[in-house]
């Protein structure tokens, strides 16, 4: 009896090897591990992403409000230290801007080299699956549209063509996946090369807004810097004005010396002592040489590297208000004095004198006899840090017969 010789077609081992080596791809519908992976580590890059947004929407509305703070702050001149330190948060706030940006960049380069990595892998099937449906489909053609029939024809039983019906019908299915596969995978390319697409364009705004922001923080530096210089010049100029002023104070003492000293060889040569019209009576009894705030008050004041004496108050009123004598007495000095500008020094005999500062101009003149009340000039000052007004001093004997500073509101009414 002749055996059966049974047609075992070389498709049943070659699918195996495919799908032993990875031509013929995991189910579907089913991630296979590597996906898996790659999907894990994608999550975990964008949730980084997603932290980092949340992050500088906060640190762009603190920079908002300081921005704000600082518009609040323009043009307050008492506020420039302030108005430094509000520059120096928000250079804090855009340094920390650019450095989310540069974690977001990092993040979403990281996400397209995946990509990117997966797209050459996807490729790289794609030309494996083409490969194997471009040796099938030439199979397929040499054996003709009857290939199939001839094969099915050439059974030796019933049992010999059950089993080459179920080899065909495998290989068609195999064929079938195949296809499936190709456009499966040319899907997944064209999807991936969207995504990419879009990651890309990403990178690319991040980098304007980059590029902005190290703009603004350059700027922010560059206002600080300058605001900085501004303030050192104001101090370098305040402390020229107090150097001068002191300079200026020592040599009013000197001069008060000296004219209490020819005050006192001429009342010798006269051989008579005239009679102060400044007496401790009118201790808090006098009128106010000019209505207005005290803008400084009595006594030594520290002011950086120098100490200005204050020998007397600043009076604040505006430029041009009359400016009175405080008693009668004679005006033994009238003109410019250094920072001081038009001055006016009374003499109210026995070593008392008035000093009236700061004054835009005068109306009597050195060797005038004055009146309690009469109008000596008014009130000036605009240009000093204080604003309009007059520093107004007190003067009377000292132990040593030399006159000495004392403090003016003692002598001045009370106005509370």
Do not use: C
């Not at 922001?213 to 402390?239: C, P, T, W, Y």
Request: hydrophobic share 35%.
């Amino acid at each position: 009896m002749r055996s059966e010789t049974r047609v075992r077609p070389a498709w049943g081992p070659v699918l195996g090897l495919l799908i032993a080596a990875g031509a013929v791809p995991w189910p579907s519908g089913v991630p296979g591990p590597l996906a898996v992976s790659a999907a894990l580590a994608q999550d975990t890059i964008q949730s980084r992403i997603e932290e980092s947004q949340g992050r500088l929407e906060q640190i762009r509305a603190e920079r908002e409000r300081l921005r704000r703070e600082m518009g609040q702050l323009a043009g307050q001149v008492h506020n420039e230290t302030e108005a430094i330190a509000n520059l120096e948060r928000q250079i804090g706030t855009s340094s920390s801007v650019v450095a989310e940006l540069d974690l977001q960049l990092s993040s979403v380069n990281a996400q397209v080299d995946r990509m990117t990595a997966d797209m050459i892998g996807t490729r790289d099937q794609l030309a494996l699956r083409k490969a194997v449906m471009r040796e099938r489909l030439r199979q397929i053609y040499k054996r003709g549209p009857l290939g199939t029939i001839q094969v099915l024809l050439g059974a030796r039983s019933f049992t010999d063509l059950i089993h080459r019906y179920k080899y065909l019908r495998l290989v068609a299915l195999q064929d079938r996946m195949i296809l499936a596969q190709v456009e499966e995978l040319e899907s997944r390319l064209s999807e991936q090369r969207e995504r990419q697409a879009v990651e890309l364009a990403g990178i690319t705004r991040l980098r304007r807004e980059k590029v902005s922001e190290v703009d603004e923080l350059e700027s922010l530096e560059r206002q600080r810097q300058r605001r900085l210089a501004r303030i050192r010049s104001q101090e370098s100029a305040a402390q020229n004005r107090l150097s001068q002023l002191a300079r200026d104070e020592e040599r009013l003492r000197q001069l008060l010396v000296q004219l209490e000293t020819a005050r006192r060889e001429a009342e010798r040569l006269a051989g008579e002592a005239s009679t102060p019209t400044l007496r401790t009576a009118d201790l808090g009894n006098l009128d106010w040489p000019v209505q207005g705030s005290v803008v400084y008050s009595f006594g030594p004041e520290r002011n950086g590297r120098t100490t200005l004496a204050r020998d007397g108050i600043g009076i604040g009123a505006p430029t041009g208000t009359p400016v009175h004598a405080i008693e009668s007495g004679r005006v033994a000095f009238a003109g410019p004095w250094g920072l001081y500008g038009p001055s006016v020094i009374l003499s109210h005999g026995g070593g008392y004198y008035s000093l009236y500062l700061y004054m835009q101009n005068l109306t009597v003149d050195e060797g005038d006899a004055v009146d309690a009340g009469q109008i000596l000039g008014s009130v000036g000052g605009a240009g000093s840090p204080e604003g309009p007004h007059i520093e107004f001093q007190i003067l009377q004997p000292g132990s040593s017969g030399e006159p000495r500073p004392v403090d003016p509101v003692r002598w001045l009414r009370d106005r509370s």
